[in-house]
Nanobody
Framework: QVQLVESGGGLVQPGGSLRLSCVAS????????MGWYRQAPGKQRELVAI???????NYADSVKGRFTISRDNARNTVYLQMNSLRFEDTAVYYC???????????WGQGTQVTVSS
């Protein structure tokens, strides 16, 4: 059974930083595009950043220059480094894996990020 396990969420003050991690198991990690999504209360889930299996990355406009997605294929892990956090970054952050051959898709359970003073 495929598992995506996120960690690293928490409470941080505005301007602070957090690093999220997502460890994937039982997938051929290098075949997958790995993404981070978030969902704030009362809002739809939105894409934050994606690391394509071929190596490129893309970001939502709202996080460009502040967040960095990276992946360690040897550890089956994708990271999201979040700097200069803002109140509006508060959300549950979800890890997503999509097989770029079959389009099979998996989600993690989510980790809460709260930006508050």
């Amino acid at each position: 059974q495929v598992q995506l396990v996120e960690s690293g969420g928490g409470l941080v003050q505005p301007g602070g930083s957090l690093r999220l991690s997502c460890v994937a198991s039982r997938i051929l990690f290098t075949n997958y595009d790995m993404g981070w999504y978030r969902q704030a209360p009362g809002k739809q889930r939105e894409l934050v950043a994606i690391s394509v299996s071929g190596g490129s990355t893309n970001y939502a406009d709202s996080v460009k220059g502040r967040f960095t997605i990276s992946r360690d294929n040897a550890r089956n892990t994708v990271y999201l480094q979040m700097n200069s956090l803002r109140f509006e970054d508060t959300a549950v952050y979800y890890c997503n894996a999509e097989d770029n051959w079959t389009s099979a898709e998996y989600w993690g359970q989510g980790t809460q990020v709260t930006v508050s003073s």
